[in-house]
Structure formats: structure tokens, C-alpha cells
């Protein structure tokens, strides 16, 4: 079965500071991996994904991820944290055929950003 | 945005009563799931449709049950509430095929009492 594990439940950093958040799956064959952000009380809006290739995925508000299949990870990574990113962080596992929408997801990582 | 619009945005029932959610999606995303997600977790799958038809589901009892429409709306329905049941309830839409972006609603936030 598949599985997603995000070790840390929460992180704190300063503004301008980098982040790393990090997320390790298992799954049987190559998965179709996800990061999502979710605000209190909204919906999971995408930040990237990956389906294939190039294994350094760029995504929407300067985040980036990169997939490493020899250690299962997927961790999202940025620069420099703006106060703005201060959210929840899914990361999450699909299957790359047939499955449709069918997600598994970690248990999410609440990120405080300090001023 | 994304789309993908569910009513009703909050709403509160009984023990033992029955719920009906809604979904409406992009033209064209005829693959639609489901998700409950509990305070303080990650989202479950529920179950999919693709084309009107259920093609899977996750650990969720029968009294979970839905139905989508040719108009790409869908509804999730749960009989027999209990008080666990208490979540927000994702819905989630995609056009066909592996690769495409999966675009998530706002969420249905119910609270059983």
C-alpha cells in the first residue's frame, strides 16, 4: 500500500530565511508526486507536482521540489520564506496510471514564519 | 482559482442524520474524487467517478455515497451520521488521463453533534 510520511509536524523559521520541508513515500512503481498548501480554513491549492523527467520540478510562489528515487523523497524546498507562506504543507503520492485522483497524503507540516 | 466550486460551505447536523454535498467542476473534468479531511490530519480518499460511474474507493463504509452528473457536478451523501464524521469534506476534478493537474474546491466543513 502506499504511504507518505512527513516527519515534521511543525517547523518555524525566520522571514528571508531558506526552507526545507521534507517528505519520503513508499509505493510500488514510479509515483506521480505532489506538494499542496493549504491556509486555515481553505482549500489544498497546487504548489507543483511530478509526473516525469527532468527530477528538479519548479513550482508557483518560488517553491521547488526535487525527487529522489534511491532515498523516496520529495522534499519542497525554498530560498527565502516570506511571512505570506505561513501555511499548511501536504505532500502526496498518486499513481501515474489509472488511478485518476486517487491521493494518498502525509499528514501535513504547519509552517510558522517568525518576522 | 481552481474551478471547482462546493456548497454548502458550512453547515451543522445531528447524530444519525442524513447529508448531501456538493460539487461543481471545469468542463471537461470528468474524473472527480472525494476526500474527508479531519482537524489536524491530511485528506483521506473517499471514493472516484469518472463518466458517472464509481471506480474507487478508500476505507469508507457504504453509508458513503455519491453520484456525478453529466453536467460535471457530483454529490457526496452520508447516511447515518456520526459524530466522527465531523470534517471538511474535499471535492477534487481533473480532465482524463495521468499527468493532468488535480484542482481541489474550497471544501464543505460539517460538524456532526
Known amino acids: 500500500a502506499q504511504s507518505v510520511t512527513q516527519p515534521d509536524i511543525h517547523i518555524t523559521v525566520s522571514e528571508g530565511a531558506s526552507l526545507e520541508l521534507r517528505c519520503n513515500y513508499s509505493?510500488?512503481?514510479?509515483?506521480?508526486l505532489f506538494w499542496y498548501v493549504q491556509s486555515p480554513g481553505q482549500g489544498l491549492q497546487l504548489l507543483l507536482k511530478y509526473f516525469s523527467g527532468d527530477t528538479l520540478v519548479q513550482g508557483i510562489k518560488g517553491f521547488e521540489a526535487e525527487f529522489k528515487r534511491s532515498q523516496s523523497s520529495f522534499n519542497l524546498r525554498k530560498p527565502s520564506v516570506h511571512w505570506s507562506d505561513a501555511a499548511e504543507y501536504f505532500c502526496?503520492?498518486?499513481?501515474?496510471?489509472?488511478?485518476?485522483?486517487?491521493?494518498?497524503f502525509g499528514t501535513g507540516t504547519q509552517l510558522k514564519v517568525e518576522l | 482559482e481552481t474551478g471547482v466550486t462546493q456548497s454548502p460551505t458550512h453547515l451543522i447536523k445531528t447524530r444519525g442524520q442524513q447529508v448531501t454535498l456538493r460539487c461543481s467542476s471545469q468542463s471537461g473534468h470528468n474524473t472527480v474524487s472525494w476526500y474527508q479531511q479531519a482537524l489536524g490530519q491530511g485528506p483521506q480518499f473517499i471514493f472516484q467517478?469518472?463518466?458517472?460511474?464509481?471506480?474507487g474507493r478508500g476505507n469508507f463504509p457504504p453509508r458513503f455515497s455519491g453520484l456525478q452528473f453529466p453536467n460535471y457536478s457530483s454529490e457526496l451523501n452520508v447516511n447515518a451520521l456520526e459524530l466522527d464524521d465531523s470534517a471538511l469534506y474535499l471535492c477534487?476534478?481533473?480532465?482524463?488521463?495521468?499527468?493532468?493537474?488535480?484542482?481541489f474546491g474550497e471544501g464543505s466543513w460539517l460538524t456532526v453533534v
Open positions: 467517478y469518472y463518466r458517472e460511474e464509481e471506480n
Open positions: 509505493y510500488g512503481a514510479t509515483p506521480y
Open positions: 477534487a476534478s481533473s480532465f482524463p488521463g495521468a499527468g493532468n493537474t488535480i484542482y
Open positions: 502526496a503520492v498518486g499513481p501515474q496510471g489509472g488511478g485518476g485522483n486517487k491521493l494518498t
